[in-house]
């Protein structure tokens, strides 16, 4: 009889340790989910696996709460012209949204975000800072920066700045 009283005992002990425990847990999870930002934008990057200013910039974009999934890609040209970005558009990498919006180079992660939050015309598909500038996300180069534009994308012939950045405080 003793020994059904101990056992019994140390079941209940070991269940009621794995119920706190248990409940426990869903706290801390709870805590953690509650104080973790979602990030607010998705975005697949194409890139080449060697690239080192592609991954600087999508650092740069995860540090912006921007989640990004990257895809080594061997011919990027195709890629480009899969999303139809023009020749004097064109950059090292290009990221879509969920909803099929194109950024092409060095997009600074705030400009993303207004963007997206914006309604825009049929025919914009997207943004652009073409070539690679000094001093863009992942582009920098201790303290040198050059002036750029961010371009719309569009799937017609016109060409329309959406941002002239002349400051390098201007990107953040």
Same mark, same amino acid.
């Given at each position: 009889m003793r020994v059904i009283y101990?056992?019994?005992?140390?079941?209940?002990?070991?269940?009621?340790?794995?119920?706190?425990?248990?409940?426990?847990?869903?706290?801390?999870t709870s805590?953690?989910?509650?104080?973790?930002?979602?990030?607010?934008?998705?975005?697949?990057?194409?890139k080449s696996k060697n690239c080192g200013c592609c991954n600087k910039w999508i650092a740069h974009l995860s540090e912006n709460n921007i989640q990004t999934k990257a895809i080594n890609v061997n011919d990027m040209g195709s890629i480009k012209s899969q999303y139809q970005i023009k020749p004097n558009m064109r950059s090292c990498h290009t990221a879509v949204s969920a909803d099929g919006f194109v950024?092409?180079?060095? @997009? &600074? !992660?705030?400009?993303i975000k207004q963007f997206l939050s914006g309604q825009h015309a049929p025919h914009i598909t997207g943004l652009s @800072? &073409? !070539?690679m500038p000094?001093?863009?996300?992942?582009?920098?180069?201790?303290?040198i920066f050059h002036k750029y534009n961010i371009e719309l994308l569009t799937d017609n012939s016109n060409e329309e700045t959406y941002r002239y950045i002349s400051k390098s405080s201007e990107q953040f």
């Open positions: 101990i056992t019994s005992a140390f079941f209940l002990s070991l269940t009621m340790s794995f119920s706190a425990m248990s409940i426990e847990k869903q706290h801390k805590i953690i989910y509650e104080n973790s930002e979602k990030p607010e934008i998705e975005l697949t990057v194409y950024f092409e180079g060095h @997009v &600074p !992660a705030k400009h @800072v &073409p !070539a000094i001093g863009t996300p992942g582009m920098e180069m201790e303290g």
